[in-house]
């Protein structure tokens, strides 16, 4: 009974805070409380099968299929905060506490009469116990529960399945797409600089530096552009460190005018006149 | 140990679980929602068969784990299947039914 003392309010606690809890994670995450308590309450109750099936199947199971939903489904994805129906919040909080006062009332005023207990049931093991009934009274129940697992499952693949409504393509057509896209909007057509080549550093987030000092803004992410992460490699830089190097003249970079971070030509660097590509543009993809 | 406790904890969660799934937007806390009320109804189950001394009730219970399991994956792929089309995965965003 000590055991459900310290369960009962935490468990309350962690259903009421599925109710308010804005972000659905946090929702799954109590419930996952909820759910390892219900176990150990099953566990105090003589019922050590439902509690390794509870813990196995509920939380290892079915709020892991959950979690995959919601990053599936995104994160972020909060709840609206607007009714439409109005008043439904309200109505809805009513109606539950008063349905909650009617069946706490009713069901703490049946007396069920002194607990007979479990140890005359569970005298030949919880298990082969469960199982005697299952393979004799339930059994028709039980078979039909298995085709009701199997007809979930088959649902579950019809629903997942998706038609590819244009064939897959190949590497070939690829090709052609790309060369034709250099032909008629200047993409370019081999792989981006890297970047760091030429610069002080040699990080994803510093790009490369010109011939003529200049920093290229095709050679990094387009992520860390948008995050602001970019580090700069100013053409003086440079020349700190070719004069550290001993020998500056030599290294010094001539600064000359011209077409910034893209290979001279008509190929413009590749900015956001390709959106089907700006997706791509993660770090360590090869074609940087 | 009485069994009433139990059974008083048990009609909290079912109660808290349909305020949640009266009140909630996003489909799949609502669904959560679902899950625990049928949580709170094996507790019952689990209370009424130590009670009375039997292993029904466990079994019972069992057989609601069962489907329980069936339709979280049922429901999780139809919530996936809306959310493929609509973007959304509101159960006020779903109302096409409704004009």
């Given at each position: 009974m000590v055991a459900f003392w310290i369960l009962a309010p935490i468990m309350v606690a962690c259903a009421l805070g599925i109710l308010f809890a804005r972000k659905a994670v946090h929702a799954a995450l109590l419930l996952a409380v909820v759910m390892i308590s219900l176990a150990v309450l099953y566990a105090v109750q003589s019922a050590p099968f439902l509690f390794v099936v509870q813990i196995i199947v509920y939380t290892g199971a079915i709020l892991m299929l959950f979690l995959f939903v919601l990053m599936l489904v995104g994160v972020d994805a909060s709840d609206s905060v607007v009714e439409t129906i109005r008043g439904q919040r309200l109505?809805?909080?009513?109606v539950g506490l008063l349905f909650g006062l009617v069946l706490v009332l009713g069901v703490g005023q049946v007396s069920l009469g002194a607990a007979t207990g479990l140890t005359s049931a569970n005298q030949a093991g919880n298990v082969p116990g469960l199982a005697q009934l299952l393979f004799s009274r339930y059994i028709f129940a039980f078979e039909a529960?298995?085709?009701?697992?199997?007809?979930?499952?088959?649902?579950?693949?019809?629903?997942?399945?998706?038609?590819?409504?244009t064939p897959k393509p190949t590497q070939a057509a690829m090709a052609v797409q790309r060369l034709r896209d250099y032909a008629d909007k200047g993409t370019q057509l081999g792989p981006?600089?890297?970047?760091?080549?030429?610069?002080?550093?040699?990080?994803?987030?510093?790009?490369?530096?010109?011939?003529?000092?200049?920093?290229?803004?095709?050679?990094?992410?387009?992520?860390?552009?948008?995050?602001?992460?970019?580090r700069t490699a100013p053409a003086s830089d440079v020349d700190t460190l070719t004069g550290s190097m001993g020998d500056g003249t030599s290294y010094r970079p001539v600064t000359r005018s011209g077409p910034r971070g893209a290979i001279d030509g008509p190929h413009a660097p590749r900015a956001d006149t390709d959106p089907d590509r700006a997706d791509r543009s993660e770090p360590g993809e090869g074609t940087r | 140990m009485s069994g009433t406790p139990f059974l008083v904890l048990s009609a909290i969660l079912f109660t808290i679980g349909s305020v949640g799934v009266l009140t909630r937007r996003n489909a799949i806390v609502a669904f959560m929602c679902v899950e625990l009320m049928l949580n709170a109804s094996n507790l019952a189950l689990v209370t009424f068969s130590r009670t009375n001394g039997n292993l029904d009730g466990q079994v019972a219970a069992f057989f609601v784990m069962v489907v329980a399991a069936a339709e979280v994956v049922i429901g999780l792929a139809i919530i996936m299947t809306i959310f493929r089309t609509r973007r959304s995965a509101s159960v006020d965003d779903a109302s096409l039914l409704k004009y």
């Open positions: 109505m809805a909080t009513v529960t298995s085709a009701l697992l199997i007809t979930a499952a088959i649902g579950a693949m019809v629903l997942a399945h998706r038609e590819r409504l981006l600089p890297a970047p760091g080549v030429f610069a002080r550093h040699n990080a994803v987030d510093t790009p490369a530096l010109l011939p003529d000092g200049t920093p290229s803004e095709i050679s990094v992410s387009r992520t860390l552009t948008a995050r602001g992460n970019l | -």
